[in-house]
């Protein structure tokens, strides 16, 4: 038979990071702002609305943004952290006003914003303003020397979210290009020498800073658009070889993290994830596994990862199939208990079940060889409804890169 899955048993997470008990201590909190407003500063406020947007109480934040904001409405700070919480809450066009107006009162100074309007637009108009953003960041940094060493670049972020000072450093130049980068990729595809604006791009991103994982993983992007896959493998391993490693050094092998995956590795959760999908395209499934497996040790309550690893077990063909049917079935199990509404992926798992078809006999024989090997391999199975077994019919396979 193939490699055994690990048997990821469920655990138990608070809603956002948060704990329950902070609502009853902030439920009070909403009808005392406009008390607050009228005896502290608008720094004063601000701060409070920080301390709000760290343990992700957006509705609080915003009730003590908007006080400081309609104390000094022409304030950059306030601006850009109000800014900074309705995009991180999904409100879009408001982010895009104070942000605009942050653009409109202080143009030259302050690289965050073009950065964060870039993210909210398209096409020419979103590579106008990473442009931008880029510019003020190498001024920053001619300026500024002591932080052009990777090394130096860290110390140098500010801890404040006062997005107008914090210091520019190499990687932000970098992940720049990247986003120009993917933008000729995707929105921007049809423009004049795309291509060549890409690559450019990219090149741009690895001399910024050499040790920047991002650049080489869009890299990969860019080779299998082309067709290139012996290009983009090699991309995709320069990449990963860049954090992958720290993590494994970070992980218990019973899977208990040592430290914080997310102060140890520099790339991002779902980062991650699309390095995995990458991977699996390239047929590189054992490293992809690795990973997928490390999100899982880091929070095992993403439907699509466990979709990804009951997809590259079931690419692998009939050695796999015990594998690729425990991830796919632990991921509609979890998509039923969090009402998981992305129905695409929905039907590509219960399609690729359908195609495994039911246990056979030699896989019943091994599963019921693991039960006896010891109880730590038996998963803690939510219920499901009886509907589940209807569910396996008519879907697509196709995995979207």
Known sequence: MGKKSKKHKSKSHTKNGVADTESHKTAELPAKASALSAQYSASDLLAKAEEFIDVFQYDL?????????????????????????????????????????????????GHSK????????????AIDFFLTGIKLMKKSLAVDPSVQSVEAAAAAVSSSRNESTKQATPRDVSSAYCAIAEIY??????EPDAEGKCKESLDLAVEADPTNPESYHTLASFWLCKGERQNAAEAMDKGVSLWLPQLRNATKPEGATIEDPIEVSSVS????????????????????????E?????????????????????????????????????????????RFDDVDMLTQMNQLLSELGPVGDDEEDEEEKDAGDGADDVDAVVDMDSESDDDNENCVTEMDH
């Open 294 to 338: 490390l999100l899982l040790d880091e929070n095992d309550e993403i439907v699509e990862v466990w979709y990804l690893l009951g997809l590259l077990n079931y690419m692998q063909g009939a050695d796999y199939k015990t594998n690729a049917r425990h991830y796919l079935n632990k991921g509609i199990e979890l998509a039923k208990k969090l």
């Open 185 to 190: 990729l995707t929105d921007a595809c049809d």
């Open 61 to 109: 934040a915003r009730k003590f943004c908007q006080r400081a904001l309609d104390s000094e409405p022409d304030n950059i700070v306030v601006l850009e952290t109000y800014g900074f919480l309705e995009l991180q809450d999904g409100n879009l066009d408001r982010a895009k006003q104070l942000f605009g107006r942050a653009i409109e009162l202080q143009p030259d100074i």
């Open 114 to 125: 073009y950065m964060y309007m870039g993210q909210m637009v398209t096409g020419q108009q």
């Open 269 to 292: 959760y779902p980062a991650r994830i699309g390095c995995a999908k990458t991977l699996i395209e390239l047929e590189k499934y054992e490293i992809a596994s690795e990973i997928l």
